[in-house]
């Protein structure tokens, strides 16, 4: 991440009330992950570190999945996020920090892990800070949500609108080799890939909060003005779903890869 990570701050009441959790079934796959790793040479409690934490929507849920007993700390650069996470502790911890700098000892930590989060840091530099981070055997996770727009003509469109308007933006800006990112540091091994598919539905006000809630729609707001941004958003569901219960269909990846010792 750059210092354009307070610009997200705008948006940390909207990322609240309006981003989506993640499948449950990857978050057991992802507990599984760790509970094999080699946990009989860990120190009590564990840490488990969510890196670009945002408002700690995957911090509570790795509190929510691991029990009461690890140490979960998000890990925000952005102030507002930070702010609005702790409004909702669940049992967690905030610190400021970067994806390539986490303030942490070297392998102190059974899982670092980055949900809708990885394509804004330096991802090299962030494997190699989860490399230094991990105790051995513990596990580096990725972790994204993605509208799956070959599913679905609605979706389709929505991303259209993006690509016109955003700064730059391109549907694919996700589709790098993770695994073979993960691979390529030394002290990562093992890396994989789980998918999963589902759908959200919202109503059409959820749609359109959830929508300006982006870092990427940021950009159409400022092309062209957030009166328009909503009109454009309201027509397309009237266009696609004209009794207003919005479907989105959703890709979510899981990549994994184990600390060597």
């Not at 691991?66 to 700390?73: E, K, N, S, T």
């Not at 952005?78 to 994806?99: F, I, K, L, Q």
């Not at 392998?107 to 981070?133: G, I």
């Not at 003005?225 to 397309?236: P, Y």
């Amino acid at each position: 991440m750059t210092d354009s990570t307070q610009a997200f701050d705008q948006l940390s009441e909207g990322y609240r009330r309006f981003r989506p959790g993640y499948p449950r079934a990857l978050l057991d796959r992802l507990r599984a992950h760790v509970l094999a790793g080699e946990r009989s040479s860990w120190p009590e409690p564990w840490l488990l570190l969510d890196v670009g934490a945002g408002t700690g929507i995957s911090t509570r849920a790795l509190r929510r999945v691991f029990g009461p007993d690890p140490r979960v700390v998000g890990v925000e650069p952005g102030r507002s996020m930070r702010a609005a996470a702790a409004e909702e502790p669940d049992g967690v911890e905030y610190v400021d920090g970067r994806a390539e700098e986490v303030p942490f000892p070297d392998a102190s930590a059974s899982l670092v892990l980055a949900a809708q989060a990885v394509h804004w840091f330096d991802r090299p530099a962030f494997y190699a800070e989860a490399a230094r981070l991990l105790l051995p055997g513990g596990t580096v996770a990725v972790l994204n949500n993605d509208r799956d727009w070959t599913a679905s003509a609605f979706v389709d469109a929505h991303e259209s609108l993006m690509e016109e308007y955003g700064d730059d933006y391109r549907r694919d800006y996700r589709a790098y080799d993770t695994v073979a990112e993960m691979e390529a540091q030394d002290g990562l091994s093992n890396a994989t890939e789980f998918t999963t598919a589902w759908t959200r539905e919202l109503d059409t006000a959820g749609f359109v909060g959830s929508a300006l809630s982006s870092s990427r729609m940021a950009a159409v707001v400022r092309d062209i003005g957030e009166e328009r941004t909503r009109a454009a958003l309201t027509e397309l569901v009237a266009a696609h779903f004209p009794d207003g219960n919005v479907r989105v269909p959703y890709v979510t990846r899981l990549h994994l890869a184990r600390r060597t010792p």
